[in-house]
């Protein structure tokens, strides 16, 4: 077995604690991929202010949403991996998956050290971010280039940089939308909420925004929709620069004000459930709409180990496999 593939997603503390978050937070928030202000302005203020603040308030946030497995986004990733490499098992790839934390464990660099021993020659890097940002995507490239810099002999390597416009992903999307709405019936409106980015970034080119404005367009042509019966948002705002509009806890106030009904979200942009959508989506969010006058708000999950996204993650990865010693 000379192939393997690299499962990356953000990460996650170990522990709903301050302590543990603490930890998380910290290196999350030095990437300066993650936060362009320089290092010298920026660290004490993370250190003396942030994180003391921070800490706590994301501790009970995690609580909220942890499971008897652990973090929800590990279980996840874990478990795409494992899927991944049984369903790639079944087209007949005889190769390794394994999962990786860009912050926290098991960490990019452990892994690679791990498939390094095991004689593996070939890697490709795909990550669970569907959309190319430099915050996401290309921090792990740079946690990859780390890590070949200390490394005598490099395997090859490979990146899968995005599958926004996938056709196999947006459909296991617009799938998991119409079962949801098979059960429980059509909303009034349908919020499509991406993480959000600093305006700044995408000046200075990084095509995240239009790569979430198309997959939106792809899943809603498949819907059906018009353009009056959906929104797409950003969320998880951070800091004090602008971010990219319009703002998902806002567009919800809105559309309780305007007096629609009932709204559903779903969150396109993350592959596996976690903090962002079960704490900040389907309990403060669903909290905006109501207060703000709504009656009802459903959550559609993540795509998770959905048996259509695992077939389109297989072929994305065969794709990019091409040419490798995989069989």
Aim: with cysteine; aromatic share 8%; glycine share 8%.
């Amino acid at each position: 077995m000379q192939c393997a593939i690299l499962w990356c997603n953000l990460g996650t503390p170990e522990a709903p604690t301050p302590a543990a978050v603490r930890r998380y937070l910290a290196q999350f928030l030095s990437d300066p991929r993650v936060v362009e202000i320089p290092p010298a302005l920026w660290l004490p203020l993370l250190r003396g202010v942030i994180l003391p603040l921070r800490a706590p308030k994301s501790a009970a946030k995690y609580a909220k949403i942890w499971t008897p497995e652990g973090s929800p986004l590990q279980v996840w990733t874990e478990k795409q991996a494992k899927l991944l490499q049984g369903w790639l098992g079944e087209r007949g790839h005889k190769l390794k998956v394994r999962h990786a934390m860009r912050y926290g464990a098991p960490s990019i660099a452990s892994q690679l050290d791990a498939l390094h021993a095991e004689g593996i020659r070939h890697v490709l890097v795909l990550q669970a971010y569907p959309q190319y940002s430099c915050s996401t995507t290309a921090s792990v490239i740079d946690e990859v280039g780390r890590w070949a810099a200390r490394t005598r002999v490099v395997p090859e390597i490979r990146f899968v940089n995005s599958y926004h416009d996938d056709s196999g992903y947006t459909e296991a999307l617009v799938r998991r939308i119409e079962r949801s709405w098979r059960d429980g019936g059509r909303p009034d409106h349908l919020v499509l909420s991406f993480h959000g980015v600093p305006e700044r970034t995408v000046k200075l080119g990084d095509p995240y925004r239009d790569q979430c404005l198309e997959t939106a367009r792809r899943v809603t042509g498949r819907l059906g929709l018009d353009a009056k019966d959906f929104t797409v948002s950003f969320q998880s705002r951070f800091g004090r620069a602008k971010w990219l509009e319009p703002a998902t806890e806002a567009t919800l106030r809105s559309l309780g004000k305007r007096g629609v009904k009932r709204v559903d979200v779903v969150c396109p942009g993350f592959t596996g459930d976690c903090l962002e959508t079960l704490e900040e989506i389907a309990i403060e969010g669903q909290s905006a709409f109501l207060t703000a006058g709504g009656r009802e708000f459903r959550y559609i999950p993540c795509l998770n180990d959905d048996s259509a996204w695992i077939t389109a993650l297989a072929t994305i990865a065969e794709r990019h496999l091409a040419g490798w010693p995989t069989r």
